[in-house]
């Protein structure tokens, strides 16, 4: 309309009044140009549209980008942690804190605040979970093996550190007996240097396939010592054996958790487990693979609980192994259907050949959890489901990202490429 407007004004004034008032076919002929010329426009208007989209999209992206690479130089927003005075604010060292259960160790304690240590040797653990701490006051992070001995002070060691998931363990089997055995005297030796407080981080592996079920602490368990499980499993109980030895001669306060499968945001995206092997599965539409008949049964705690459990041990007088685990039993069928159901999508469920050594039956029995922690799992299947679903759909699309991300950037070919650009 403007362009009409505008062609109608160019047109002489005078020649209207002389064809009082009337067009004449040149100016008609005129105006009909110019209104393909308005057509015209129009066409290089959309293509200007077209274009000025498509420079916005690789802006939205170099923004993205300089957002990604501005995020550790901009100071940070702490979480806000609750101020302790001297007496009552400790310092805590947790082994394995970059990992999963690790990570949300050291979240809760950051909060609660009292001065945290972080050794990891970034085996499994990632920087990314306890990037929020880094730079603040109470938080320190130590590029550390626990095979070698640590000198630090501290009051209480949570001891974590170990890899946790069956292809991580088996990948290096001598390694995994050496963490959990030299790793764990070196913790218990460190315990007995600074008199700090001491708990190991044992797991349900300790009953082996159990002959008992639902499984007490006073079962000892039915383990296959030279199976591929092995390196974990009874580098676990050795590690339980030295704590107490460490407590009868050395009279140190040793506390030991026999968790049971734990899940939750920040596991690993392929560390073979049930949880995230079916979640991954459920979200990418592929067919989720049950190994054996599927009427095998585990018990899932959400991670939440279970660093609730390991705070409450810690802080308790008791000094036995105490089941840490959620007692409410799925067979890996029942969980495969109530992932599919909630992730929606279309993936099938297909059976598999059983694996060498899976347990069949696994459920702790935590009357001893409830009498001395006054602890039980609370956060339901469906609950703690969704929110791992959550974290794994972000996951997924953050390595879709970083994936353009990569390819957005010009390869460097060498080192000369490099140094040109710097
Ligand atoms: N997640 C579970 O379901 C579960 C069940 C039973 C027991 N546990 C125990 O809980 C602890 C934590 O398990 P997770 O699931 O968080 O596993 P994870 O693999 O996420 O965390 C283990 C951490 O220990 C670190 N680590 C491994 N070897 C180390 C070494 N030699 N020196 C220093 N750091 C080392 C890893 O880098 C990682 O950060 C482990 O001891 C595991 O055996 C976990």
């Keep these: 309309v403007l362009g009409i407007y505008k062609s109608i004004a160019k047109t002489d004034n005078s020649k209207f009044q002389n064809s009082r008032n009337r067009l004449s076919s040149d100016q008609i002929a005129n105006i009909l140009k110019n209104i393909n010329e308005i057509n015209f426009n129009e066409t290089s208007g959309t293509k200007d549209l077209q274009e000025a989209r498509n420079k916005i999209r690789e802006l939205e992206e170099k923004l993205k980008y300089i957002e990604v690479k501005l995020e550790n130089r901009v100071p940070k927003n702490y979480p806000l942690v609750t101020f302790l005075n001297y007496k009552n604010r400790k310092r805590v060292l947790v082994t394995g804190g970059a990992g999963f259960v690790g990570s949300h160790l050291v979240d809760r304690l950051m909060l609660a605040g009292h001065e945290v240590i972080v050794v990891d040797n970034f085996f499994t653990g990632r920087k990314r979970n306890i990037d929020h701490w880094i730079g603040h006051e109470n938080f320190e992070l130590v590029h550390h093996d626990v095979v070698r001995p640590l000198y630090i002070e501290v009051d209480e060691i949570y001891h974590l550190a170990s890899p946790a998931s069956p292809p991580h363990y088996m990948l290096n089997p001598v390694k995994t007996i050496k963490t959990n055995t030299l790793g764990t005297i070196n913790m218990l030796g460190l315990a007995k240097r600074v008199g700090a407080k001491v708990l190991i981080a044992s797991t349900s592996e300790v009953y082996g396939d159990p002959d008992e079920h639902p ?36 009279n140190i306060a ?49 991670v939440s609980d279970l660093v609730d459990g390991l705070v409450a041990l810690m802080a308790s007088n008791y000094s036995q192994p105490i089941n840490i685990g959620n007692p409410v039993e799925h067979t890996i069928e029942e969980f495969a259907l109530l992932i599919k159901n909630l992730v929606g999508g279309t993936s099938k469920i297909v059976a598999l050949a059983a694996v060498e050594d899976d347990p069949q039956r696994r459920k702790p029995d935590i009357s001893r959890a409830k009498k001395y922690l006054n602890w039980e799992a609370k956060v339901s299947l469906v609950e703690g489901l969704k929110k791992t679903i959550t974290y794994f759909t972000k996951e997924l699309q953050r390595s879709k990202y970083s994936f353009t991300d990569h390819h957005l950037k010009r390869p460097y070919k060498n080192d000369h490429d490099i140094i040109e650009q710097l």
């Design 254 to 302: 040793v506390r030991v958790a026999r968790i049971f499968n734990t899940y939750g945001p920040r596991m690993h995206m392929n560390d073979g487990r049930v949880v995230s092997n079916f979640i991954l599965q459920a979200l990418q539409n592929n067919s989720i693979t049950i190994y054996g008949d599927g009427k095998q049964t585990r018990s899932f705690q959400y």
């Design 215 to 250: 499984q007490s602490e006073t079962y000892w368990g039915h383990v296959n010592p030279i199976g591929p499980r092995a390196c974990y499993d009874e580098g676990k109980r050795v590690a339980e054996t030295l704590s107490y030895a460490y407590e009868h001669q050395e």
